[in-house]
């Protein structure tokens, strides 16, 4: 699936399962809760943390796609065209960055 591809599927399931869009202010909310979700994995798989009982049904991948759903939602909401940002922002990264990490001391 393209990202173009997954922001159309994502429009028409909200507007016939999800009946509308949630408004900016709520999805931008829910969003910050799903990021929040994915950082308590990475915390307790990847980091320190122990997990609880209550972590033990976690998935990752489905928290990621969960975030990017509701990126999606956003982006459909804005009138952005993530294949496009998502190009532009590489490209800005190439340029910025040519040299960046490679004289970065720390990632050697």
């Known amino acids: ?3 173009k591809e997954a922001q159309q599927a994502v429009d028409e399931w ?12 709520t999805n931008t909310a829910i969003l910050m ?3 929040g979700e994915v950082a308590r994995i990475m915390a ?7 997990f609880k009982k209550s972590d033990e ?3 990752l991948s489905d928290e990621m796609a969960d975030v990017l759903f509701v990126l999606i ?4 909401q ?3 065209d993530l294949t496009e ?6 490209a800005k990264k190439s340029i910025r960055d040519t040299d960046r990490h490679r004289d970065n001391e720390k990632l050697k």
């Open 44 to 50: 307790r798989k990847y980091g320190e943390q122990s």
């Open 57 to 59: 049904e976690v998935n």
């Open 73 to 76: 939602c956003l982006a459909n």
């Open 1 to 3: 699936m393209t990202i």
């Open 78 to 80: 804005t009138g952005i």
């Open 85 to 90: 940002a998502l190009e532009k922002n590489m």
């Open 33 to 35: 809760e799903e990021v």
């Open 14 to 25: 909200i507007q016939t399962t999800g009946i509308r869009y949630f408004n900016e202010l």
